[in-house]
Every structure is written in C-alpha cells, then in structure tokens.
C-alpha cells in the first residue's frame, strides 16, 4: 500500500501533539504540513490528501473552503451535528467512515458513553449519567492544590447533543465532573433501567467481541487505558436496574487515537494500525 500524504493544523496543541508522535510511527502515512499560531507552518498542503484539524471552538470553519477535494477529520466539536459530515465513531459508523470524505470526530464524554450504551440502544427510555475527568480535556495544567468541580450539570453540556442525536435518545441527564489534580482518564458511571433486558453483560460481551478497542472488563481502573486506545466497560444488573462504567485516555480513544482510527477505515488500512 503507497503511503498516505497528511497535513495537520493545530499540531502543537493538547491533541495535536499526540497525534504527530502516532503518525509519525504509523508505517502508511507521510507527514507533508503542520501549521500552528505558535510554530507557523512547514511543508507544503497542497500536496496532502488527508488533513486533521486539531483546532479550539469556532475555529475549523476557516480552513474548509482551502481543503477541497481533501479528505478531513475535525478533532473539534464544530461538525458533531452537522448532517453533512460523518460521525466519527467506528463501533458504530464503521461502514459510513470507510466511503467518507468528512470525518467529526466524536468528544470525549460522548465516547464512553455512546460505547457505554450502544448495545442497549433502542431498550431504555432515560440515562443518567455521571463522568470524572481529568483536567487534560479542559487544556488545563495540573493544579497542586485537590480539587473536584461539577460544572455544566443536566442538560447544559454540549456533547450531549451527540449523544442524544445518536442514540435517539432525548431523556439523558449528564453530570460531569474534573479532577483538577489527575491529568488524563474518563471514568462514566451510567444509570438505566430495562424491562426488557435479561443477561446484559452476556449481551455486550457479544456485540463487542470483534471489536479491537472495546473490552469488558471485572474491574475498572483508569491506569489500564492511559496511553491505550482502549475503552473498559464493567455491567452490574440489579434486577432492571443495570449499572454500566466505561473508562478510556480522554486524549486517546477520547480523540487523536479514534482520529487514526477513521484515517485507517478511510483508507482501507487495518483500523489498528500505529495504536497496538
């Protein structure tokens, strides 16, 4: 297979720079541009075929009209709901992100929790859902002084609107949550109840099994999925109350991993490859 000619623009940021380091060992891929406010641009981006925006709110929409005729992944929130781009999630979109053109890459939060309730979909009727955090998401640097902040509770978090929009599932109730003292990891803890579902961990454990980056696990601990593309999920059933914990790197499977994971499927790659 010919390597694959990439450009990224934002590679010095909180994503970007974990997403040269993958890259850079990926066997097909050839870095021809980077471009950032703080180290300006190198390389040439006509010549690239595939480009990463790895840029803050708001800032994406600027440089599509210079891609034309490239295939995109925003690393940013500006496209999770736009029906004109692709939702980046391969455990659920595997087949969309192979023919697309224009990838939104899934948040962070929205990714273990879609991964969390995907295999109940369609069975429950309300979620609630309570996400830990470290600060890394927020750009932030670590803070030598603990701290535990709950912010944007309910119904005020955008990524929410990917997951409702997914899942079609309007009655979520979301509270996150940042230790400002631990730099990466995701742990969600999500509340449903089913009359309709018997042997949940045995139903997960079959819609998961042939997926590379999904595994259930016994117990959860975030240092398993730090530095790993891997999400945990633990089932606990209660009768028709059913517990699901998912944890994942939040700068990984929660971003520049699940960006290389659409760039393999768009280019017909093992969707594996540079993250195992």
């Given at each position: 297979m010919k390597k694959i000619k990439v450009g990224i623009i934002g590679h010095t940021g909180r994503l970007g720079k974990p997403l040269v380091e993958i890259l850079k060992r990926h066997p097909f891929a050839d870095l021809v541009y980077t471009e950032s406010r703080s180290e300006g641009k190198s390389g040439d981006l006509s010549k690239a075929e595939c480009v990463f925006l790895s840029l803050p709110y708001g800032e994406s929409g600027k440089y599509i009209p210079k891609l034309k005729g490239k295939r995109i992944i925003d690393l940013s929130i500006d496209h999770r709901n736009d029906n004109d781009w692709t939702y980046g999630l391969p455990e659920i979109n595997r087949e969309k992100i192979k023919i697309a053109t224009k990838i939104a890459n899934p948040g962070c939060y929205a990714t273990s929790i879609l991964l969390g309730l995907f295999p109940v979909n369609g069975k429950i009727k309300q979620a609630n859902i309570s996400s830990i955090s470290g600060i890394s998401g927020a750009g932030m640097e670590l803070s030598?002084?603990?701290?535990?902040?709950?912010?944007?509770?309910?119904?005020?978090?955008?990524?929410?609107?990917?997951?409702?929009?997914?899942?079609?599932?309007?009655?979520?109730?979301?509270?996150?949550?940042?230790?400002?003292?631990?730099?990466?990891?995701?742990?969600?803890?999500?509340?449903?109840?089913?009359?309709?579902?018997?042997?949940?961990?045995?139903?997960?454990?079959?819609?998961?099994?042939?997926?590379?980056?999904?595994?259930?696990?016994?117990?959860?601990?975030?240092?398993?999925?730090?530095?790993?593309?891997?999400?945990?999920?633990?089932?606990?059933?209660?009768?028709?109350?059913?517990?699901?914990?998912?944890?994942?790197?939040?700068?990984?499977?929660?971003?520049?991993?699940?960006?290389?994971?659409?760039?393999?499927?768009?280019?017909?790659?093992?969707?594996?490859?540079?993250?195992i």
């Open positions: 030598k002084n603990d701290n535990f902040l709950v912010y944007k509770e309910g119904k005020q978090h955008p990524q929410l609107k990917e997951v409702k929009k997914i899942l079609e599932l309007s009655n979520v109730l979301f509270v996150p949550q940042r230790i400002d003292t631990a730099e990466r990891g995701i742990v969600s803890t999500i509340f449903v109840q089913s009359d309709d579902l018997t042997k949940v961990a045995g139903l997960y454990a079959k819609i998961y099994k042939r997926e590379p980056f999904v595994r259930i696990k016994l117990e959860i601990e975030t240092k398993n999925v730090i530095d790993t593309n891997f999400c945990d999920i633990k089932i606990l059933e209660f009768g028709n109350a059913i517990v699901i914990i998912s944890a994942l790197d939040n700068l990984i499977k929660g971003g520049v991993g699940q960006a290389i994971q659409n760039f393999n499927l768009m280019h017909g790659f093992n969707e594996t490859l540079g993250l």
